[in-house]
C-alpha cells in the first residue's frame, strides 16, 4: 500500500470550476495551471489562509497546455503576483493569440458535451464573466495578455526548481506537458491523463491526436511514478500506477 509522499503536504489542490490546480509549496510557490479568474481567487485565498504565505511568494506559473480551463485565470494571478509564466513552446501560437486550438472531431465533442451534462459544475462567478472574452478556446485565436517568460522544451527542468522535469506529451493538444519529480515518483499530469469516474484514464476528451497520445503515455511509463495529480479529478496513488491506467 502506497501512503502519502512527503512531497504531498507541500501540494494544495484547488478544485477548480472545470480542471484542477496545484500550488506547490516550496521556499517560493509554484502554481501549476489556473483555472479561471475565479479559480486564480481561490488560489490566492489558499496561499493566504491555508498555508499563511505572501501572494507575492507566488514566482512561477506553469501552464501544462492552454485549453481555456487551465490558462484563464493567469492574467488576474500574474496581475495580483508579479509571478513568471511557463509553457511548452508549441504553446506560444495559442498563448500569443496567433493561432486557435484545433476544433475536436465531432465524436470528441460529443463526448465532451455528455461528460459535461452528467457533471454539475459550478457556475461562472461575476469575475469569469468580466474576464471575457476568453483563450484557450478551440477554433478561436485569442491570446492571454500576460507574457510568457519561460518557453519549455522536453526533459528541461522548471526554472529555479531543477526537481521538476518537464516531459511533453503530446496528444490531447500538441502543446501538452506533464512535471515529473524523480525523488517523490509524482507526476502531475495536466490533461494527458486525467481521473475520470474514480480510475487514471488516458484522456478521451477533446483530444487532438490519438496516436502521439498513446505514445505519450508510453513515455510516461519509462518513468517512475507511485503519485498522479492529474488535471481532472482526485490525486491516484499506488506503486507504479501508471501501469494501469485505461486507454
Ligand atoms: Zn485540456
Given at each position: 500500500m502506497i501512503v502519502n509522499s512527503p512531497l504531498h503536504s507541500r501540494i494544495n489542490i484547488i478544485t477548480g470550476r472545470a480542471s484542477s490546480s496545484y500550488i506547490i509549496s516550496s521556499p517560493s510557490i509554484i502554481v501549476v495551471d489556473v483555472g479561471f479568474p475565479s479559480d486564480a481567487k481561490a488560489i490566492l485565498t489558499c496561499v493566504r489562509?491555508?498555508?499563511?504565505?505572501?501572494?507575492?511568494?507566488?514566482k512561477l506559473i506553469v501552464l501544462t497546455h492552454s485549453h481555456f480551463d487551465h490558462v484563464n485565470g493567469v492574467d488576474y494571478l500574474v496581475d495580483k503576483t508579479g509571478a513568471t509564466v511557463a509553457a511548452h513552446t508549441n504553446a506560444q501560437k495559442y498563448l500569443t493569440g496567433k493561432g486557435s486550438i484545433p476544433i475536436a472531431s465531432w465524436h470528441d465533442s460529443k463526448e465532451f458535451l455528455l461528460f459535461l451534462l452528467r457533471h454539475s459544475f459550478p457556475r461562472p462567478s461575476m469575475l469569469d464573466v468580466a474576464?471575457?472574452?476568453?483563450?484557450?478556446?478551440?477554433g478561436i485565436a485569442k491570446g492571454i495578455r500576460s507574457k510568457v517568460t519561460h518557453w519549455l522544451a522536453d526533459r528541461q527542468n522548471l526554472p529555479n526548481h531543477p526537481e521538476w522535469e518537464v516531459i511533453y506529451t503530446p496528444?490531447?493538444?500538441?502543446?501538452s506537458i506533464c512535471l515529473y519529480n524523480s525523488q517523490h515518483k509524482t507526476l502531475i499530469s495536466g490533461d494527458t491523463i486525467i481521473n475520470l469516474y474514480g480510475c487514471l484514464r488516458l484522456n478521451p476528451l477533446l483530444k487532438q491526436d490519438r496516436k502521439a497520445l498513446l505514445e505519450s503515455l508510453e513515455k510516461l511509463k519509462q518513468l517512475h511514478v507511485d503519485y498522479v495529480y492529474p488535471g481532472w479529478g482526485s490525486p491516484v496513488f499506488g506503486k507504479d500506477v501508471l501501469d494501469s491506467v485505461y486507454i
Open positions: 489562509s491555508t498555508l499563511g504565505r505572501d501572494i507575492k511568494d507566488i474576464s471575457m472574452p476568453r483563450a484557450g478556446i478551440p496528444g490531447h493538444t500538441d502543446d
